[in-house]
């Protein structure tokens, strides 16, 4: 029996949004608690795109839930002002 496909709409992530590189210290503390936020609503994504099947066509099947999920991360994004 073949598994079923799992979609490929996880958005990979990194070292440095998930504070385990030094550099995240030379953010301010603001930017650094704006960015552990996005790490969560990414966390927050990919955990249910995971639970998502796959359509005939290889197509995601999403629901509400994902999309509002896709809104929030553009949320966070738009909101995270870099600062010299």
Excluded: F
């Amino acid at each position: 029996m073949v598994e079923p496909k799992k979609p490929d709409a996880v958005i990979p992530s990194s070292a440095l949004l998930r504070g385990e590189r030094t550099e995240i210290a030379l953010l301010g503390t603001e930017i650094q608690d704006e960015v552990a936020a996005l790490a969560a609503c990414l966390d927050r994504y990919n955990a249910h795109a995971q639970t998502r099947g796959v359509s005939v066509d290889g197509g995601i099947l999403a629901d509400q839930r994902l999309l509002d999920l896709v809104d929030e991360l553009i949320e966070y994004a738009n909101g995270i002002e870099l600062r010299l």
